[in-house]
């Protein structure tokens, strides 16, 4: 059974930088694209960086690029979220996702598992 733990959320003021981690298991991790979203309160699910299975090739979102980082450790099966500069409009519950492909996808449809969720929450 595939599970996907994501922590690191919580509140910071506008400015700040908060590191999210997704611990995975269930599959052989290095095998898996793995890729981050958001989702606010009353908007639909936003892409926000993916990774592909060797870490070699990266996508990132738009509404995020250049204020975050996504990497992944393969030997420990985590997917890492750098984010800096935060502003309140990135307040979101963030999801990390797991997909049975090699590349790096914008496309939600395309994962396979998901976790939970941790909220991030960026004060002005």
């Known amino acids: 059974q595939v599970q996907l733990v994501e922590s690191g959320g919580g509140l910071v003021q506008a400015g700040g930088s908060l590191r999210l981690s997704c611990a995975a298991s269930?599959?052989?991790?290095?095998?898996?694209?793995m890729g981050w979203f958001r989702q606010a309160p009353g908007k639909e699910r936003e892409f926000v960086a993916a990774?592909?299975?060797?870490?070699?090739?990266?996508s990132y979102g738009d509404s995020m690029k250049g204020r975050v980082t996504i990497s992944r450790d393969n030997a420990k099966n985590t997917v890492y979220l750098q984010m800096n500069n935060l502003k309140p409009e990135d307040t979101a519950v963030y999801y990390c996702?797991?997909?049975?492909?090699?590349?790096?996808?914008?496309?939600?449809?395309?994962?396979?598992?998901w976790g939970q969720g941790t909220q991030v929450t960026v004060s002005s």
């Open positions: 996702a797991q997909g049975r492909f090699q590349i790096a996808t914008a496309t939600a449809v395309a994962y396979d598992f």
């Open positions: 269930g599959r052989i991790f290095s095998s898996d694209g």
């Open positions: 990774i592909s299975r060797s870490g070699n090739k990266i």
